[in-house]
């Protein structure tokens, strides 16, 4: 009887997969069972081939060698995992195995590394798809219930070859050329260099711009405090002297009401999270950067099956989630969310377009709790924080509008306007769900002029007077540098990457040392302000790689060609390497440090990694690195004869050679000399005039205790 092979993206999937399915003999590469075979692709094991592939000589960089435009792109198989590569391809030859289906990620990439495998294999009988957006048993059971043909997903995959080898033919030849025009190691590409650019133009603004001082004139009426604001509502006045004279003429004058609107005001709930939105509240709320809101969302996806399918670009539910919603808030219904939840599983939940809309939602639906049953005490203190958000997000959409009256007062006093405004909660509605946690965002305006005031019951024509007018000082702020949430916004507003790989297009920019975070900050660095311009400018700006992206997206929805896509984007590589050789441009590297470097005398580059500072040597022939956080000793390696570097762990201090990663203990006394240091005492000891002794061991015992002084 023929077996049907399952080839999910990673082994904890493939598991799971095994285990529903009825799979239960587990080799080393593969899990069997009486109809599927179940394997896996430890993410990609085919990618695209180096240049060297295609011709020796381009293992090194030159850029008489630019740009490199093969025309047909190679594929490879990636040697870390080749091993597993091996194990698919001789699965996919068995002679039992009659069919293929592909359970990778449901999505533009997980479809990409998949069909790799598939053309490097040579596999040409059909294949199906296994697309589903959660991973419980229900889901994946269901899912092998109604498998899709694979050539259904043919448009998805041509989009995802076509951004791969556009990401390679622009990002390999601009770092290319950059790095070998300028001697220092730039990197460039279709995604980062557009994005660094935004941060760049924020930074131009901070810097040009200039602070005033300017005063407002806060009014006393007795009943409540109101503001001046001239007549263009503008409640900032820059000029001192004008203040001090409004101060005298309202002081102990008397106003009249002469404008008392109420209005009520409904704030429907907000959309249901797409990964974006959900990292950039995660940023703004909890701290987390989006690559670890990614790597948090994954594991509560994958391994505890609690979400959907993270990286989805929609805020939207379909319309045959609907009978499912109930089991959905049911399963939440516990611990601090029973309040909310319970409620609503009494009635008929209130589904409407601003849940439901299949016409919004393109490959997977929007982030929302699955059918399982929590164990909160099961999460981590990170994952039970981000899954708070997505629970309450969930709950909030069958809560009714926040509803609140607003009352906006406007008195005339002395010829000058004064105005102030104040709102009563009527009713919390979805608010209620987030239980007194604010959720305003971060980029709202926090001026005084927003604070409202708690209004009395007033009524149109009252007089009130001026009881007291001061003068309250302050200064125009710059524009904010970006958060990650702000970022995500700004690169989602212009298209820039896929809600997958933003998070990775920002951790590429901080470990490039181009931006660095300060706080909840994104700063350039010194090596970041020079890159954006030396970058050609196509490059710099958003709007090019936007229109990419957009034709990317016709390519998937079979609106757009590959071949005119990759044209157009060989002639861009070529335009952009032409304009960095022919560049007038310098580069000096920013993070020059004061130390030499022990072999060559060279000056050392300071780079900063998670483990802390590290020291390289920029000459080519070199390659000498040291931590930067710890100083040398002066014992040497046994095996490369560098310095070694003096650490201290639980056991004491130790020495270690960070080449070689050899590591050697040091006595507990930390009296251990090497036998030059001994040398030098002696020699230094036995010039001194007094007499230390007769024996070596009198002198170094001498030595020592000067030493320890």
Known sequence: MAKTLVLAEKPSVAREIARVMGSHNKNKSFIEGPKYVVTWALGHLVGLAEPEDYDSKLGSWALEDLPILPESMKLKVLRESSHQFKAVQQLMRRPDIGELIVATDAAR?????????????????????????????????????????????????????????????????????LTCKFGSPLSAGRVQTPTLGMIMQREKEILSFRSEEFSQLRVNLGKFEALWRGPNGDSRIFDAAKAKELQEKLSGKTGKIVSLKKSEKSVPHPLAYDLTELQRDANRLLGFSAKMTSNVLQRLYEQHKLVTYPRTDSRYLTSDMTGTLKERLSAVAIGPYAPFARPLLRGQLPVSKRIVDDSKVTDHHAIIP???????????????????????????????????????????????TLSAKGTTIKDAGWRAVYDGQSMEDEENDDSADDKDTLLPELREGETLEVKLCRIQTGRTSPPKRYTEAALLTQMEKHGLGTPATRADIIEKLVSSDTIDRQGNSLHPTGKGKQLIELAPADLRSPDLTARWEAELERIARGQ?????????????????????????????????????????????LEKRTKRGLL????????????????????????QCHKKMVLKEGKAGKYVQCLPCGLTETLNKDSTHMNKREQQRLVSQFSKQQEPLGNSLGDLLKAAMEKKND
């Open 109 to 177: 990439e997980g479809e990409l590394l998949a069909r790799w495998i598939i053309d490097m294999v040579k596999w040409k009988k059909p294949f199906q798809r296994l697309w589903i957006s959660s991973q419980t048993d229900k889901a994946i059971k269901e899912g092998f219930a109604s498998l899709k043909p694979g050539s259904q997903y043919e448009r998805l995959y041509q989009s995802a070859r076509c951004r791969a080898e556009a990401d390679w033919m622009i990002g390999l030849n601009v770092t290319r050329a």
């Open 615 to 638: 020291l390289t040597c920029p000459n080519d022939d070199c390659g000498y690195r040291r931590s930067g956080d710890q100083q040398l000793s002066n014992r040497r390696c046994p």
């Open 370 to 416: 699955t059918e399982q049953v929590v164990m909160l005490n099961a999460l981590s203190h990170e994952e039970r924080r981000l899954y708070d958000l997505i629970v309450r997000r969930f709950i909030s959409l069958f809560y009714g509008p926040a509803r609140f009256d607003q009352v906006a007062v406007t008195v005339q006093a002395a010829g000058e």
């Open 560 to 604: 757009g060609k590959a071949d005119p896509f990759l044209k157009g984007i060989r002639d861009m590589a070529r335009e952009l390497v032409g304009g960095v050789k022919n560049s007038s441009a310098s580069y000096v590297p920013h993070n020059v440090s004061a130390s030499h470097c022990p072999d060559c005398g060279t000056r050392m």
